[in-house]
């Protein structure tokens, strides 16, 4: 009995892989489309200088809206494509986009005023493509930006995954004058010893601590301490996920240099983002309350 049920455990759990590759094949043959047939767009979330409320910068977030089954979150087709080969070609889209788009937002502004900046998410093995280097330099170059414009940002999990690789293009796109940028820090296994040594201009605590700031817990004091660590390194600090004014005041307090959150902003479609950058609008400041927020 106990080997029929285990073969019928078996077999179901069989059958359930076979479903989730199947839909995972899926999913590649279609991101393959939507690569080709403009399926992709990108979203532009705010981040924040949060001791004078301007806005520093955007981080540009793909999105794919597929034809049958909607809106599918990048959380579900960024692994698909670093899982195969698609992750490249992913990657080169995003950035002559998020290029193009910083060079239309420019356009907008008056004459005079300072050149806006983006932040693009790349994956760890972006950072091991012998020709990403000069990738990034061709959307550059191609939309009259200059490389300080630009900061890369790459989790903390695939960047340590592929460090010895990784350490030689990072030091490329430094020379560059590119930015960089370790992305949802804390939850990797990166230990603080690299951080002195990685070639990076800025880190983002990830939303995670962020979310357990308002529970009066020890999560308060390592979000410091990374605060502490990232200046004394010389890094900006970056907040992510900050979703109430409680934990932008504790982020104020605790000297975070820049944040994003949707407190302060949703990823924008590109003319709410360009509307953005030109009014220069500021977040509501230290002393709103919660119902000055609301949008
Ligand atoms: P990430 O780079 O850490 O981006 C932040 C994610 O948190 C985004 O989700 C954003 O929409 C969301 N977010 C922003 N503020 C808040 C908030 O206050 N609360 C909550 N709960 N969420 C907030 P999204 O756009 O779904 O992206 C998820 C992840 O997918 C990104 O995390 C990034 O790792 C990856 N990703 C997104 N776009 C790209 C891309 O163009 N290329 C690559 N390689 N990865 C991307
Ligand atoms: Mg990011
Ligand atoms: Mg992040
Ligand atoms: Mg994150």
């Known amino acids: 009995r106990a080997k029929a049920a285990g073969r019928a455990r078996t077999a179901l759990f069989d059958a359930s892989l076979r479903a ?8 590649e043959r279609d991101l393959r489309r939507a690569l080709e047939q403009q399926q992709l767009s990108l979203a532009f979330q705010p981040i924040y200088d949060l001791a004078s409320g301007r806005v520093d910068s955007f981080e540009a977030l793909v999105r794919w809206q597929h034809p049958e089954r909607g809106a599918v979150p990048p959380s579900t087709f960024i692994p698909i494509a670093e899982e195969s080969a698609l992750i490249g070609q992913l990657t080169e889209w995003v950035l002559r986009h998020a290029c193009a788009q910083l060079r239309a937002f420019e356009r907008d502004l008056p004459p005079g005023h300072a050149r806006p900046r983006l932040h693009v998410n790349v994956s ?23 490389p300080g414009q630009l900061t890369l940002e790459i989790t903390e999990s695939t960047l340590m995954q592929r460090l010895d690789n990784a350490l030689d293009v990072m030091g490329r796109l430094r020379e560059l004058g590119v930015g960089l940028s370790v992305d949802d820090f804390g939850t990797g296994y990166s230990s603080l010893a690299y951080l002195s040594t990685l070639p990076i201009t800025s880190l983002k605590i990830d939303r995670s601590f962020v979310q357990r700031l308002q529970d009066q817990t020890s999560d308060a004091e390592v979000v410091k301490a ?3 660590l990232g200046h004394a390194l010389g890094k900006t600090v970056i907040a992510e996920g900050i979703e109430t004014p409680d934990q932008l005041a504790q982020l104020r307090a605790l000297g975070c240099g820049l944040g994003q959150g949707y407190l302060l902003a949703r990823p924008l479609s590109p003319e709410a983002a360009s509307a953005v950058v030109a009014v220069e609008r500021r977040w509501p400041g230290p002393d709103a309350r919660p119902s000055d927020f609301a949008r």
């Open 20 to 27: 989730q590759l199947a839909s995972q094949v899926n999913l």
């Open 124 to 146: 760890g093995t972006d950072m091991c493509r012998a020709n990403f280097v000069s990738q990034v330099a061709a959307a550059l170059l191609s939309n009259g930006l200059e």
């Open 226 to 228: 990374v605060i502490t």
